[in-house]
């Protein structure tokens, strides 16, 4: 009879080990899982990824949508500044002697008239004016001559005197003028680049005075001039 007691008492000793042992697995678990969950990555960078993800996205937002004053008026005032060098450029087609300048003009004419789409569709998504297309060779007040104040824009004099040229007068007008028009167009386009906010005009003000900087180069070799 002892020995049953004995061993019944031997059984429940192991079983309350086992229970004991069990019982502090469990908390070490709980324990362990409750750090994780405070200081995991997963909970910790949700929260990270929350609060950062709306700054970003103003961020980006800001910087795609954002223009100020000079990036209007750098649309406002290259965009007809552009149409008159596509005038120039298309009269050299039927009048040009030289076979460099009549590619130039066409090179001035493929490069600007997608710029002055690009800009139109920027003034219009700003809620901004767009100039009028000139509309061909006007040049009464109304037309280009009304825009002679602009750095390089030709007047109605000048403009008059380039369509009625031919051949080699023709050449050297049409290039002395280019050059006073593209140094006009490097000017506005350094300040666009200085004092503009929306990237993608401030880009085109580079591309503006890369461009035309190594056209006016082209242009003043082909008048002789070593500048």
């Known amino acids: 009879m002892s020995s ?23 908390v070490v678990l709980v324990a362990c899982g409750g750090d994780g969950g405070d200081s995991s990555g997963s909970g910790h ?10 700054s970003a996205g103003d961020e980006a937002g800001t910087t ?6 000079q990036d209007v008026s750098f649309a406002q005032g290259m965009i007809p500044h552009h149409q008159q060098a596509l005038e120039m450029a298309r009269l050299a087609d039927g009048r040009a002697a030289s076979g460099a300048v009549k590619d130039l003009a066409a090179r001035i004419e493929k490069a600007q008239d997608p710029e002055i789409r690009t800009m139109t569709g920027w003034l219009k998504a700003w809620g901004e004016e767009v100039p009028e297309a000139g509309g061909g060779m006007d040049h009464s007040a109304s037309g280009h001559s009304g825009m002679s104040g602009m750095p ?13 040229s031919e051949g080699k007068a023709f050449d050297t007008k049409f290039l002395t003028l280019m050059v006073e028009h593209h140094e006009g167009a490097v000017e506005m386009a350094t300040t666009e680049k200085s004092k503009g906010r929306y990237g993608p005009a401030k880009a085109m003000a580079d591309d503006i005075v890369t461009a035309q900087n190594a056209e006016i180069k082209e242009m003043n070799k082909l008048l002789g001039k070593s500048g």
Not at 4 to 26: K, M, S, Y
Not at 64 to 69: I, P, V
Not at 155 to 164: I, P, T, V
């Open 4 to 26: 049953v007691r004995n061993l019944t008492r031997r059984n429940l000793t192991r079983r309350a080990a086992l229970v004991a042992a069990t019982l502090g697995a469990g």
């Open 45 to 54: 960078d949700a929260h990270a990824s929350a609060s950062a993800s709306p």
């Open 64 to 69: 795609a949508g954002a223009h100020n004053a």
């Open 152 to 164: 390089g824009m030709m007047g109605a004099e000048d403009m008059a005197g380039l369509e009625k």
